[in-house]
């Protein structure tokens, strides 16, 4: 009965991929025509099958360019980075779109010692970290028993500088690996869809208004009341916005 199970899971993905693979070149063939609105549809099919990749959110933000969609074709640009966060066309296309948004909104500049650790830290993912951590583990093992069980007082010493030198280097990708999945699990980024709208002091429409927002403005989701969202933006204001205004990346 499993071994049905799977070979009808496996004729389902297979049926699935080449049903995706085919909307994505009717997708690319609209879009090479013109039929940005088409090709849209096309793409966001491939979506609902719950099949996410780099290249159909950057040709879904591309399509959504060029009907100046300016909140959508951020929006895709980004969840595009997000899953190939190293792609020079993404970075480019991302920043030709982010010049058609009103806010102007300054980066608080960090210093050397916390964006050095940043860049570090960044510089693989949680999973990354990890395994890393294990292979210093594994070599620690490793070095220690040759260390142990060595004659020679050279490979004796050698054995036991590295093993510590591993050792070290385990702790390191530990505290990393924690430390990228703090980060990521801060990391709530939003982008606003609505064309205007109101951030206000407190979560309801009788507060104070603090500023103005219009879309394709990222922000950062701090905390959630109801129907309300508190955001950070880049230089550091926050305020409360409606939850209908953004959507989360």
């Known amino acids: 009965m499993k ?66 969609n300016i909140a959508p074709s951020i929006y895709y640009y980004e969840k ?33 010692f916390t964006k050095l650790g940043k860049k570090i830290t960044h510089a693989f993912t949680f999973d990354g970290w990890a395994k890393l951590a294990v292979a210093f583990a594994f070599l620690f093992v490793v070095l220690f028993l040759a260390y142990y069980f060595s004659f020679s007082t050279v490979k004796k010493r050698l054995a036991f500088i590295v093993s510590n030198v591993s050792l070290l280097l385990m702790v390191i990708s530990l505290v990393l690996a924690f430390h990228k999945y703090n980060l990521d699990k801060k990391d709530n980024p939003a982008i606003v869809f609505s064309q205007e709208s109101k951030v206000k002091s407190e979560p309801n429409k009788r507060s104070e208004e603090s500023f103005r927002l219009h879309e394709g403005t990222k922000v950062q989701v701090l905390d959630s009341i109801k129907e309300w969202n508190k955001i950070k933006l880049s230089d550091g204001k926050t305020g409360w916005i409606s939850a209908d205004d953004i959507k989360a990346l």
């Open 80 to 112: 595009a980075l997000q899953l190939d966060p190293n792609d020079a066309d993404i970075k480019n296309n991302l920043s030709f779109a982010k010049n058609m948004t009103i806010d102007a909104i300054d980066v608080l500049p960090e210093t050397g």
């Open 3 to 68: 071994n049905l199970i799977y070979i009808l899971a496996f004729l389902f993905s297979t049926v699935t991929l080449a049903q995706n693979d085919a909307l994505f070149e009717k997708g690319n063939t609209l879009y090479n025509d013109g039929e940005y609105a088409q090709a849209i549809d096309a793409y966001k099919a491939i979506l609902k099958t719950k099949k996410h990749s780099a290249e159909v959110y950057f040709n879904l933000a591309n399509a959504h360019y060029k009907l100046n």
